[in-house]
């Protein structure tokens, strides 16, 4: 008789004190739990293998980029629901690896015939080899030119169509600003490359310069709009050739410059002000002195820094912050992020005057909805255009993502930061926020 849904939900409550908060169907096709809530689908007794090896977020990551694991119904509310079914009752972070370790581990004896049923369910004993989405480590110190390189090409040389299925034509990476819930995608990210430029001040004439410039979109926006000249980096051979292409058919290859370089390698500053649009947080938190003083070097006295940068929340005791393991695996290897009091410590102790700081956290998620939204809808070719699990990836990152921003558990913010002169002038107005008008 078909039953591996009862007895995983049986068992789950007798480890973790409650049954699941959704309903859960087996590979047998057995279903237990309650009716109405989003279903969590055991595809395959792998997953349970996964779990066992890869306690905690990652062996369920690796479970649902091989499509062991799969939800039918809201994705979000699922989400949510399995988060304080499992990581608020501390349940996130286990320490046992494997088979044996589980039964040794555990000193309950009722437990320990629970352990011993997971293990009748789970099947063959050996650990299953990971995802082939995740990425390969290579080794040697963090943040050298070639392992960043390599760090960011795992993430965005995945195709420019992929892409483009899932940003839309604004082929902006980053969080838009949203005058009100029901604009557009376009109009939102539209109105955050708008807001940047006249945060820098941007007049005909000047040279910006723009740090991780993606596909080009903030160079396009500040030459045509702003009449500026402008150099955009990147460290992703397939963006720079994609910009390159958006430059030429605007017929802007006389005022903007595309190159595949890294910002610790320019050496044709001073630039009239400097964009970083999600760009930090691949710097990573040692290097973030040299990052604030090499941007610091490259503006002209007077010049203005725009730094757009994911934050997370500050720890009590930050030697225990750990990166995140489905980030690091899969989505943004060698990324970190750090509170937003550091970003503006860092930039002060390079030279910095720090002038305004704003909080864009709720415009985020909408974003990233924005970009699931994309997702969702060309999903058949998302998955031609790269993997499946590789489309499985983007969709729960993004979703969890999204939750994140909602409930504070990370933010973004745009730091206004001015090279001010010997003389102390800022150049800024009065009023506060001239941006706003």
């Known amino acids: 008789m078909a039953e591996a849904a009862r007895r995983l939900t049986a068992l789950a409550e007798q480890v973790l004190g409650a049954p699941p908060p959704v309903r859960l169907r087996a590979w047998d096709r057995s279903e237990s739990g309650p009716p109405g809530t989003p279903v969590l689908v055991i595809r395959r007794r792998r997953a349970l293998r996964r779990l066992l090896w890869k306690p905690g977020e990652l062996g369920l990551a690796r479970a649902w980029v091989a499509g062991d694991i799969d939800v039918e119904g809201d994705l979000y509310e699922a989400l949510e629901l399995l988060a ?150 990147t460290l992703s051979e397939e963006q720079a050739a994609y910009a390159r292409k958006r430059v030429a058919e605007a017929g802007l290859t006389d005022r903007i410059e595309i190159r595949v370089q890294d910002y610790r390698e320019i050496a044709d500053g001073p630039f009239d002000a400097i964009s970083s649009i999600g760009m930090a947080e691949h710097v990573g938190s040692a290097q973030y002195a040299e990052y604030a003083a090499d941007l610091h070097a490259l503006l002209k006295p007077g010049g203005r820094l725009l730094n757009h940068q994911i934050a997370r929340r500050p720890l009590r005791d930050e030697e225990e912050y750990r990166v995140d393991e489905f980030i690091d695996r899969y989505v943004f290897p060698d990324g970190e992020l750090a509170p937003v009091g550091r970003t503006v410590a860092q930039l002060e102790r390079a030279g910095f005057e720090v002038r305004d700081v704003e909080a864009l956290r709720e415009h985020y998620a909408l974003t990233l909805r924005g970009w699931v939204a994309n997702l969702e809808a060309h999903w058949d070719e998302a998955v031609r255009l790269t993997s499946p699990g590789r489309a499985r990836v983007w969709r729960l990152y993004m979703a969890a993502s999204a939750l994140s921003f909602e409930r504070n558990r990370i933010g973004v913010n745009q730091v206004l930061a001015v090279r001010t002169p010997e003389s102390g002038a800022s150049g800024m107005l009065l009023r506060a926020r001239e941006w706003r008008g």
């Open 84 to 233: 304080g079914y499992f990581w608020e009752r501390g349940e996130g972070s286990a320490r046992h690896s494997g088979p044996a370790a589980l039964l040794h581990a555990v000193r309950d004896p009722s437990l320990r015939a629970a352990a011993r049923e997971l293990l009748k369910l789970a099947g063959p004993w050996a650990p299953p080899a990971p995802p082939v989405e995740e990425a390969r480590r290579t080794g040697g110190p963090l943040h050298t030119l070639r392992r960043d390189k390599q760090a960011i090409s795992h993430h965005y040389d995945v195709g420019n169509t992929f892409y483009e299925r899932v940003l839309g034509p604004s082929m902006v990476y980053s969080c838009a600003v949203w005058e009100s819930p029901e604009a557009t995608l376009e109009d939102a990210q539209r109105a955050k490359l708008d807001l940047v430029c006249r945060k820098l001040a941007l007049e005909p004439g000047m040279r910006l310069l723009d740090v991780g410039c993606g596909w080009g979109s903030m160079v396009l926006h500040a030459a045509r709009e702003y009449g500026v000249g402008a150099v955009g980096i």
